[in-house]
């Protein structure tokens, strides 16, 4: 089992900036890909940002301002966030998958999640 903490959301201005972290413990040896979704209100989980071994993948919407950064002890993600904009408004997930896979930007293959941090752009 993987356990998941997601903190550093809040309220920041349009055109602000933002990192989110994620904490993860338990058995994180086994976890192979770590991504970040979010969900804003009456809208459904998206997909964010992940990292594996090797690579990331970013969400075209966010490409150019968020990056996903693993931390020194390889237990702890950020995602650090640069030109927020209003419709970046929503909950972000941390997400973790005890493989690698193959479709990273469907929620249905990570296997663990966090309880979310609201992140509010204001205009």
């Known amino acids: 089992q993987v356990q998941l903490v997601e903190s550093g959301g809040g309220l920041v201005q349009a055109g602000g900036s933002l990192t989110v972290s994620c904490a993860a413990s338990g058995r994180t040896s086994s976890s192979q890909t770590m991504g970040w979704f979010r969900q804003a209100p009456g809208k459904g989980r998206e997909f964010v940002a992940c990292i594996t071994w090797s690579s990331t993948y970013y969400e075209d919407s966010v490409k150019d301002r968020f990056t996903v950064l693993p931390g020194a002890d390889k237990n702890t993600m950020y995602l650090q966030m640069n030109s927020l904009k209003p419709e970046d408004t929503a909950v972000y997930y941390c997400?973790?998958?005890?493989?690698?896979?193959?479709?990273?930007?469907?929620?249905?293959?990570?296997?663990?999640w966090g309880q979310g941090t609201q992140v509010t752009v204001s205009s």
């Open positions: 997400a973790a998958s005890s493989r690698s896979v193959g479709d990273y930007w469907a929620p249905n293959e990570y296997d663990y």
